[in-house]
């Protein structure tokens, strides 16, 4: 059964950088449309980046010129580097699956990390 | 990418039938058949049940349907049980290939 587990995430000040780590098993992240979202608590879900199979990536406006997506083919991870942090940015981080993409269809999710931005 | 316009709360007592909208505009929810509906109990992530408008994923109940109208998306849950009760939360793909979710719904079995 293919599995999403992510890490990477704890308390960190206003301004800092954090990357988080997704690591997928029992199928190939390169082969999928991959995507990070996140869940600030007791808040809805947002969409925060994607990466599509040939490379290209795409981010929401909140978190445009801050945030990076990347994956590592030879270790089947996904990563999402997030620089100048915020308060607002505060929430528990999924990698999610969109296959087979891109249609926003996200069929498997981890169990999240969360990331708490406060001085 | 503002968010899609869904109620905070449904209810419904057992047996019945409820419906969630979800309202977006000409660039999301009325320009692809790509809507996608998911569903959160408290503490877990969240599982997809619908896509693509209508399709459900193998294992989801019969009783979840869901359609579109124009830049309007619902999900229907009909034969409310126990079970439904949970967060729901609808999704589509955007001209400018970002994802955006709406608010998330709270159903709750009466």
């Known amino acids: 059964e293919a599995q999403l587990e992510e890490s990477g995430g704890g308390l960190i000040q206003p301004g800092g950088s954090l990357r988080l780590t997704c690591e997928a098993s029992?199928?190939?992240?390169?082969?999928?449309?991959m995507n990070w979202v996140r869940q600030a608590p007791g808040k809805g879900l947002e969409w925060v980046s994607a990466?599509?199979?040939?490379?290209?990536?795409y981010y929401a406006d909140s978190v445009k010129g801050r945030f990076t997506i990347s994956r590592d083919n030879s270790k089947n991870n996904l990563y999402l580097q997030m620089n100048s942090l915020r308060v607002e940015d505060t929430a528990l981080y999924y990698c999610?699956?969109?296959?087979?993409?891109?249609?926003?269809?996200?069929?498997?999710w981890g169990q999240g990390t969360m990331v708490t931005v406060s001085s | 990418q503002s968010a899609l316009t869904q109620p905070a709360s449904v209810s419904g007592s057992p047996g019945q039938s409820i419906t969630i909208s979800c309202t977006g505009t000409s660039s999301d929810v009325g320009a692809y058949d790509y809507v996608s509906w998911y569903q959160q109990y408290p503490g877990k992530a969240p599982k997809i049940i619908i896509y693509e408008v209508t399709y459900r994923l193998s294992g989801v109940s019969t009783r979840f349907s869901g359609s579109k109208s124009g830049n309007t998306a619902s999900l229907t849950i009909s034969g409310l049980q126990a079970e439904d009760e949970a967060d729901y939360y609808c999704s589509s793909y955007t001209t400018t290939r970002a994802v955006v979710f709406g608010g998330g719904t709270r159903v709750t079995v009466l």
């Open positions: 990466i599509y199979t040939g490379g290209n990536t």
């Open positions: 999610a699956r969109d296959p087979p993409g891109p249609d926003g269809a996200f069929d498997l």
């Open positions: 029992r199928f190939i992240v390169s082969d999928h449309f």
